[in-house]
């Protein structure tokens, strides 16, 4: 007899070199998984998700056009596949033809595309997201946008499609009005301190832009002092030129007789 332990493999890496058919293995674990969709994993609520059957793959956007062909050619025509290269692409597909998707092939810039965080903002409801610069400001704002948009998204599976919309207006009307006042998205839970960090973060780059850069800089500045302070006699600056702290160059020294 035969012992059985079921496990729950939640994912993997396969890293093999160039050439040894991930791509090919990667299409055979698509075609051989069940096309159904498959509820999210907790504590997301599946109410806040609409379902697909379709497995997403990411890949630089030079593979895009590699991609469907190698699925056309290994299985035979018999997965459907949509391509997005760009945000005109999610525009340009109906929630019924990503319903049909066996794969959707996304390129990885469209979701770093800052164009893609202002749709999701959009849709979901919620306020414009702030700058990636300050990470932990905007992974906060943007954990804010999905449970927003899992609130929209609720609503229209419901069949509450005018709750849904009234959302995304009341979204549109908060940006407009922050754009109007000079704000944005500063995140609910961290209050003034984000103001804080943005107002810091400004301050430092712009006493960067301000201060001198370089061994050059400094000692042209202090030739310039000391050779004012030898023309105007004043005692307090020839101090600073005659310091332990003068970075200019000793001058040589000269035969004596």
């Known amino acids: 007899a035969r012992a059985r332990v079921p496990r729950l493999v939640r994912g993997g890496v396969l890293a093999d070199e160039v050439g040894y058919g991930k791509t090919v293995i990667t299409i055979a674990l698509i075609d051989a998984s069940p096309r159904a969709p498959l509820p999210p994993p907790p504590p997301l609520r599946p109410s806040g998700f609409h379902p697909l059957k379709a497995t997403l793959v990411l890949a630089p956007s030079h593979l895009l056009k590699q991609w469907p062909s190698e699925i056309a050619r290994f299985t035979g025509g018999a997965l459907k596949t949509l391509t997005i290269a760009t945000m005109a692409d999610i ?20 979701l770093r595309n800052d164009l893609y965080f202002e749709r999701l903002a959009n849709l979901a409801g919620a306020d414009k997201l702030p700058s990636k610069s300050s990470m932990r400001h905007f992974a906060q704002a943007y954990g804010e946008t999905m449970a927003e948009l899992q ?72 030739k310039k002092a000391a050779a004012k302070a030898k023309a105007g006699g004043s005692a307090d600056a020839m101090d600073v030129s005659d310091g332990e702290d003068d970075v200019s160059p000793p001058a040589k020294a000269g035969k004596t007789s």
Not at 183 to 210: D, F, I, P, Q, Y
Request: charged share 20%; hydrophobic share 40%; glycine share 10%.
């Open 91 to 110: 525009n340009k597909y109906s929630i019924k033809q990503l319903e049909a998707a066996d794969v959707v092939v996304c390129a990885i810039t469209v």
């Open 151 to 222: 609130q929209t998204v609720a609503a229209v599976t419901s069949g509450d499609v005018p709750a849904a919309s009234q959302r995304v207006r009341d979204g549109q009307q908060r940006r407009a009005a922050a754009r109007r006042g000079g704000g944005g998205h500063m995140g609910k839970s961290l209050g003034n301190t984000a103001n804080r960090v943005e107002a810091g973060l400004k301050l430092e780059s712009m006493a960067m832009a301000a201060a001198p850069q370089g061994k050059k800089a400094t000692y042209a500045a202090e």
